[in-house]
């Protein structure tokens, strides 16, 4: 059987980055760079004050408390219509351009009026260059602020919009479809009838891919019947990649693999060296990258997490494609039935000598409620059956969970 590390470069050789496109910056986030952005303005375009109060030259403060002469007003968003002159000051407030030959600020709350309406008391001596931004000491025209290849998180939104970069040069996101598939399996709004459960994976896919950004294309469930299994699939084939649960192991009415190929896709493996998630399929119809995962939620989820998030995370252009993996300390024995690499669901936490991890009691796929609570996957090697409490093993991160 394929081991996993196998079945992973498997994957990862078989997507490609998608091709670069001009993203609204409202839709930016989580997106990677396909290009530097440059700025093209100044920040600050202008010598600007940071406080409310008098544009001054310092020099006039050389003795203070003295007296200078309010030549004129400068709210933000307009510009001064003259140079000062000795013994001048200009009233300007936060975010206005300071008059030519001022060269500091004084507070508001470091003055006091003067005798007449146009004077102004100066009371405390003021370093030379006090509460004025220079121009472009943040950002230069021509800067590159953000480089090719960043994952634009959102504390780059206000640089892009500083910049004017209202396009953002990155790799578009993948189109997603997402199929639930078997005769017992009913939408989650639907009460589930004699011998039928609700769909717990097309929600579950969908969410997780609304995390990484990206909108999935829920086509809702198949039933386990040739002709409308094919008709699904092939909805999820004009997409860059179609995620299948249900119908991949081999009952009776697995039928997902022989319809995929009926559908013209190349299947690069049907099994994996792994519990769970074992019967993951994964092959490329024309353009669309296919995921069949085993029906289980617990493998939907290990499958996703492990093969979907990272394949989807390649094609976007990230450098680093896999979940965050730690060691941590057992807070109990962990177990399984040797023979596959094991990812088990347990809950992590920092402790004060570490990161410690508990296993959650589960026994198998199907243990739905092992996820409440999951914050990571515990991952037990093949030929390790028990490892005791208070070892280190190794830990997926997953996402989200506190
Ligand atoms: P399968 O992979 O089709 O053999 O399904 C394995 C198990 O997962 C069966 O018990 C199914 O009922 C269950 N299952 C399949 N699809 C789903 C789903 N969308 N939501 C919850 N359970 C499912
Ligand atoms: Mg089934």
Redesign the pocket.
């Given at each position: 059987m394929l081991s996993f590390n196998d079945a992973l470069s498997t994957v990862l050789g078989h997507v490609a980055r998608l091709e670069p496109a001009r993203v609204p910056l409202a839709e930016a986030v989580g997106l990677v760079l396909a290009e530097d952005v440059v700025s093209d303005v100044d920040m600050p375009p202008f010598n600007k004050s940071a406080m409310d109060g008098y544009a001054v030259m310092a020099a006039d403060l050389a003795r203070v408390p003295c007296i200078l002469r309010v030549v004129e007003e400068v709210p933000a968003g307009t510009l001064p219509k003259r140079r000062l002159r000795p013994g001048e000051c200009a009233r300007v407030m936060t975010g206005a351009p300071v008059p030519k030959g001022a060269d500091t600020v004084v507070r508001q709350e470091d003055t006091a009026p003067g005798l007449s309406g146009d004077e102004v008391r100066i009371l405390k001596e003021v370093p030379h260059g006090s509460n004025v931004c220079l121009k472009a000491e943040d950002v230069a025209c021509g800067d590159v602020v953000l480089k090719a290849g960043r994952v634009v998180g959102p504390l780059d939104v206000p640089v892009l919009a500083a910049c004017g970069c209202v396009n953002v040069p990155a790799f578009r996101r993948p189109a997603v479809a997402v199929l639930?598939?078997?005769n017992?399996?009913v939408p989650p709004d639907e009460r589930p009838a004699g011998g039928q459960?609700?769909?717990?994976?097309?929600p579950y896919v969908a969410a997780r891919l609304r995390l990484l950004g990206v909108e999935p294309r829920v086509l809702g469930?198949a039933p386990d019947a040739p002709k409308r299994l094919r008709a699904a699939l092939a909805r999820g084939m004009d997409c860059d990649a179609l995620v299948v649960?249900?119908?991949?192991?081999t009952?009776d009415y697995?039928l997902v693999p022989a319809m995929l190929r009926d559908l013209g896709a190349e299947l690069f493996f049907e099994s994996v060296a792994m519990q769970p998630g074992r019967?993951t399929v994964f092959g490329r119809c024309g353009d669309a990258a296919v995921f069949g995962l085993?029906?289980?939620?617990v493998s939907v989820l290990v499958a996703t997490e492990l093969f979907v998030v990272p394949a989807l995370k390649a094609m976007m252009g990230y450098a680093q494609v896999h979940p965050p993996r730690r060691r941590a300390r057992l807070l109990q024995a962990a177990k399984h039935r040797p023979g596959r690499l094991a990812h088990l669901p347990a809950a992590m936490s920092e402790e004060a000598d570490g990161w410690a991890v508990r296993p959650l009691p589960y026994h198998g796929s199907?243990h739905i409620h092992a996820l409440i609570g999951a914050n990571c996957l515990i991952v037990l090697p093949p030929d390790v059956a028990e490892v005791a409490a208070g070892v280190c093993v190794e830990v997926v991160q997953l996402p989200g969970n506190p």
């Open positions: 639930s598939t078997g017992e399996v459960i609700r769909d717990a994976n097309a469930v649960s249900g119908g991949v192991s009952g697995d019967p085993p029906g289980n939620p199907a």
